[in-house]
């Protein structure tokens, strides 16, 4: 019996260290792609020695003498730290994730391939301007020599993933970074589903009013009625009734619904409103939260001197950032740049679709999508003369398109003459504010809200190609529209000078949540769609609360995590809910409800981590939004994922009879508007209990508003994921102005899902103090340090320098590279 488990002990060690040493295999051959910062490299494709330095926070400031060199440096830093995001970004906006990922991601693809979008930027390479195009095949030329040197060194495949998706990596072009561009401009865009929704919800209801209180538009003038949209087909038109998700369902799809199309904020103080005689600018872009983040920091000294700030690796663009003349900031503008048509196919011929001057056939191309360990598919494309034919499973459009049509979209984004990244170079290069505007003309896609400052003057200008419509178009470009209208169809665009611009404002302070900036009458309406309604109110209150302000009070301003949502709606939704009643006994449902309506009569709307009002009033207000909406809805209640401020007030107001929704259909008594909001409550207090206990003095937000920084492809791989993932715990949410936006559905509703990627605020008064960080870190590999070495920073409400003072960038450097023209 000894010499069995003596030959047993030893069979348990053997294993053991068998698995050790295999754990030490597979850490050496990723850490083998581990970057090394400090080196001297000869490469081809430069002129003069370039020079990159990486500060403490593993930013790169990169030297050259010239700036196509410079950019070389960029490309070559970009390509060390973010390989693999890279590769992903162009194989998604190509429509190859198959080839990779097998059937999962395959409508991802089609959808894609429909959009067509990398061919259009192959042919938008051409239409760059020469500094530009410099600028894309010398950055192009960077990634290719790391390409290089990973394949000649044997470094790992160039990232850890690379060994578990092991594909060839075909070398970098100007079209590439074009293409994720556009890229962008698809996660950017709400319009599409939007329209969908909207004449969805218009078959659903039959009172217009009701469809006003669920699809609202912001506060502020409204417009003429519309067409109902059952009323542009003939009578008797069934439509589809899908049970679909509407989108493809994997972590690097590009399709984000609605409530996380884009959002930011930005603000900016003239001198007389800053403490320190110099122009303030704060700005925080808005995205999905992942390991790593989008952004990139890092410094180019170019020929019109330095510029520091937000980069996207794939792109040779500081999009966020300043120089030491200018500071620049982006926010969604929602600009309405997409329009949905139905085409009518001739019933004789469903080759062909009827357009103003008769049927014409559709422009066809088929296309190949490879599927890894499966057999390809061929695609047939079609075009129309409004734009690409989309599937009805996209967005579920086929529940708003009748029998013997289909749907096309005309998008701004589909430009095959797109200067976007031309404009974006001019604007790093202006040394004004007026040069900075004149620069934005360019821009097609995606639009933005510019937010600049110089020296002495402020401004905010929106930025992107705006559609000509007609004024007699039949839905206002708010829902979808027939193509074979001729007033239906776009007219080409607006002039630059149409788009909304605020310069030098009299009260010195401007900014931007995402709010409805202007009131223009259609067709020059700008959007119907407004990203914000809530947050811009309490910035207005922090913006007027001071006479003058400096960069800390745009930093707390930024990190501010009160709600002026929860302010506002909590005493009205629970104005007859309030002190009622004598004391319930202790273990009733009446008592708990009477213990939270005692926590949220005392709470000042601040979403704390640590506080447990916050986590009780999400979940009243999500089960209150569920409850006035699911029985006039049905399925389609399940689109409106987060509660809207909007709807409810109008609700509880009862604005144009509004408070209608508290009724519920299904049963015999007339419920009112107070007994749904006591219901809600009691039930939002059940599925507390379930899942975070019934002591409700010691609930925390943060627990269930936990930030999900998730790797897009292997944070769903078991034991993986705890090391590619970053889990924090954050304050803020929907509504703030730091803002957390949760996921809304699921068995996590609360997690903090899209938010403040990068943060930046500038201080001209004295530029070197100007701060900024991105929510993780700068390198893509695990196995670094710089993985999350800011996501605490990002967490506490902390920031770095952002100095373009070289010296200081060197005497704490992590490494130095030196790039050096191989000899001929």
């Not at 999009?319 to 982006?330: E, F, N, Q």
């Not at 960069?551 to 007859?576: C, H, M, N, W, Y």
């Not at 903090?752 to 993780?776: C, E, K, L, M, Q």
Request: charged share 20%; net charge negative; with cysteine.
């Amino acid at each position: 019996m000894a010499q069995v488990f003596k030959w047993l002990v030893r069979i348990a060690g053997g294993m053991i260290l068998l698995g050790l040493i295999a754990l030490l295999g597979v850490y050496f051959l990723l850490s083998r792609s581990l970057p090394d910062y400090s080196k001297d490299l000869d490469v081809i494709g430069i002129l003069e020695p370039v020079e990159i330095v990486r500060d403490n926070a593993n930013v790169p400031h990169i030297f050259g003498t010239n700036d196509p060199d410079t950019f070389y440096g960029l490309g070559y830093a970009h390509a060390q730290d973010r390989l693999w995001q890279m590769v992903m970004m162009r194989r998604t906006v190509q429509g190859r994730l198959s080839e990779v990922f097998g059937p999962r991601t395959v409508e991802i693809d089609k959808i894609l391939r429909r959009f067509d979008l990398y061919t259009l930027a192959q042919r938008s390479v051409e239409a760059q301007d020469t500094q530009t195009l410099a600028a894309l095949r010398a950055y192009s030329a960077g990634v290719n020599a790391r390409l290089k040197e990973i394949n000649e060194s044997a470094l790992g495949r160039g990232a850890p993933e690379m060994f578990l998706f092991n594909n060839p990596v075909a070398p970098w072009t100007p079209a590439d970074s074009i293409a994720i561009v556009k890229l962008m401009a698809v996660q950017l865009s709400a319009h599409l589903e939007e329209e969908v929704l909207y004449a969805h919800a218009a078959l659903e209801l039959d009172d217009a009013d009701r469809l006003a209180d669920i699809m609202p538009l912001a506060p502020g003038t409204g417009i003429a009625a519309l067409p109902d949209y059952a009323s542009l087909f003939p009578e008797g038109t069934q439509f589809a009734h899908s049970t679909g998700p509407g989108l493809p369902d994997h972590p690097l799809s590009p399709f984000k619904k609605r409530a996380f199309a884009g959002a930011s904020n930005a603000w900016a103080a003239a001198p007389k409103r800053s403490a320190s005689g110099g122009t303030l600018l704060a700005n925080d872009p808005h995205l999905g939260l992942t390991a790593p983040a989008i952004w990139y920091l890092a410094r180019l000294e170019l020929q019109t001197g330095g510029v520091i700030g937000a980069t996207i690796p794939g792109v040779p663009i500081v999009m966020a950032g300043r120089s030491a003349d200018l500071g620049w900031g982006v926010t969604s503008s929602y600009l309405d740049d997409q329009d949905l048509f139905i085409e009518r196919l001739n019933p004789d011929n469903p080759q062909e679709y009827l357009t103003p001057d008769g049927y014409k056939p559709f422009r066809t191309e088929s296309t190949i999508i490879r599927i890894a360990d499966n057999a390809p598919i061929t695609l047939t494309l079609r075009w129309t003369e409004n734009g690409p034919v989309l599937p009805g499973s996209h967005y579920n459009l086929a529940d708003v398109t009748p029998p013997g049509h289909v749907a096309s979209l005309s998008w701004t984004a589909l430009s095959d003459s797109d200067t976007t990244l031309s404009s974006a170079m001019a604007l790093m290069r202006a040394a004004s504010v007026d040069e900075a505007l004149a620069a934005g003309e360019g821009y097609i896609a995606p639009s933005q809200n510019l937010t600049l400052v110089d020296q002495s003057t402020i401004a905010m200008k929106t930025i992107g190609a705006m559609p000509r419509r007609d004024a007699d178009h039949e839905t206002r470009g708010r829902y979808p529209s027939r193509g074979w209208e001729d007033t239906n169809r776009w007219q080409g665009t607006l002039a630059y000078s149409a788009n909304p611009e605020f310069t030098a404002p009299a009260g010195g302070l401007l900014g931007n949540t995402n709010n409805k900036t202007v009131d223009r009458p259609f067709p020059n309406h700008v959007s119907y769609k407004w990203g914000d309604t809530q947050r811009v109110f309490r910035w207005r209150r922090l913006m007027q609360n001071r006479e003058v302000h400096t960069r800390d009070s745009f930093i707390e301003a930024q990190l501010d995590t009160v709600s002026f949502t929860a302010r506002s709606l909590l005493p009205l939704i629970g104005k007859d809910l309030w002190f009622t009643g004598e004391a319930a006994p202790e273990g009733t449902p009446e008592r708990q409800r009477q213990r939270a309506l005692t926590l949220l009569s005392e709470w000042n709307g601040e979403m704390n981590e640590h506080l447990p009002e916050p986590l009780i009033y999400a979940a009243w207000l999500r089960e209150l939004m569920h409850r006035l909406i699911v029985d006039d809805l049905g399925p389609l209640a399940d689109e409106f994922t987060h509660p809207d401020p909007v709807f409810i007030e109008r609700v509880y107001r009862d604005i144009d009879g509004a408070s209608a929704w508290c009724d519920i259909r299904q049963s015999t008594v007339q419920e009112t508007c107070s007994d749904l909001a006591r219901i809600s409550l009691d039930a939002a207090l059940i599925w507390i209990d379930e899942r975070y206990g019934s002591a409700l003095e010691s609930l925390r937000w943060g627990d269930a508003h936990q930030a999900t920084h998730d790797h897009q492809v292997l944070g769903e791989v078991p034991l993986l994921k705890y090391f590619v993932n970053i889990r924090q715990s954050t304050s803020g949410g929907d509504n703030t102005l730091l803002r957390g936006r949760t996921r809304g559905q699921g068995p996590d509703p609360f997690h903090n899902v899209h938010g403040a990627g990068y943060r930046g605020v500038y201080d001209f008064a004295d530029p070197d103090s100007s701060v900024f960080i991105t929510a993780t870190g700068q390198s893509g590999h695990f196995l670094s340090r710089h993985y999350d070495d800011m996501a605490q920073l990002w967490r506490r409400g902390e920031y770095i320098p952002m100095s373009l003072d070289a010296d200081l960038a060197r005497a704490a450097s992590v490494g130095i590279t030196r790039l050096t023209p191989a000899a001929p």
